[in-house]
T-cell receptor, first 115, second 109 residues
Framework: DTEVTQTPKHLVMGMTNKKSLKCEQHMGHRAMYWYKQKAKKPPELMFVYSYEKLSINESVPSRFSPECPNSSLLNLHLHALQPEDSALYLC??????????????FGQGTRLTVV | GQSLEQPSEVTAVEGAIVQINCTYQTSGFYGLSWYQQHDGGAPTFLSYNALDGLEETGRFSSFLSRSDSYGYLLLQELQMKDSASYFCAVIHQGGKLIFGQGTELSVKP
């Protein structure tokens, strides 16, 4: 199983809502990532988890709150988002978050629209 | 800082060979990767170069020259399904996978 599964596939939320994005992998990978991607732009790194601990936060606003409940699951909690936060949110995983890792596996993403 | 430069668009015909270049300004990275992303899809891994030289995987090859801060992806025997965005990416210490701006490849009949 070389799949990273993200739910939901689409999400529309108001600026006062609280919602969560979920990501799951069963490849035994110890590093998991959240990326944000706008149309016609590259994926932009948000967070890196290594062995279930947050190792990198790319100065992401606090309205985005990541959580790694266990080695297979990664959540992104959303609260008080702005319309400019509308984007494709991609989850990825890799064996490790070191130079030994050569390949990251991406989920299909959650297309988020903030209204 | 880090920057990776790629051409924004490339057009080629079916059966042709196309090269997508990537020049970078960064330090302390482990290697150069290439990812393909179809419209509405997830990025998928194509190739990785840790050392200078050419890596070949089927119709796709990738090259790295650290002394020139340069790499490229070579796609041979182009097919319509190769129309997609192609990103070079560097892996930094601590697990940062940073992407270039991407090249949109259009394959024409």
């Amino acid at each position: 199983d070389t799949e990273v599964t993200q739910t939901p596939k689409h999400l529309v939320m108001g600026m006062t809502n609280k919602k969560s994005l979920k990501c799951e992998q069963h490849m035994g990978h110890r590093a998991m990532y959240w990326y944000k991607q706008k149309a016609k732009k590259p994926p932009e790194l948000m967070f890196v988890y290594s062995y279930e601990k947050l190792s990198i936060n790319e100065s992401v606003p606090s309205r985005f709150s990541p959580e790694c409940p266990n080695s297979s699951l990664l959540n992104l909690h959303l609260h008080a988002l702005q319309p400019e936060d509308s984007a494709l949110y991609l989850c990825a995983s890799s064996q490790e978050s070191s130079g030994a890792t050569t390949e990251a596996f991406f989920g299909q993403g959650t297309r988020l629209t903030v209204v | 800082g880090q920057s990776l430069e790629q051409p924004s668009e490339v057009t080629a015909v079916e059966g042709a060979i196309v090269q997508i270049n990537c020049t970078y300004q960064t330090s302390g990275f482990y290697g150069l990767s290439w990812y393909q992303q179809h419209d509405g899809g997830a990025p998928t891994f194509l190739s990785y170069n840790a050392l200078d030289g050419l890596e070949e995987t089927g119709r796709f090859s990738s090259f790295l020259s650290r002394s020139d801060s340069y790499g490229y992806l070579l796609l041979q025997e182009l097919q319509m399904k190769d129309s997609a965005s192609y990103f070079c990416a560097v892996i930094h210490q601590g697990g940062k996978l940073i992407f270039g701006q991407g090249t949109e490849l259009s394959v024409k009949p």
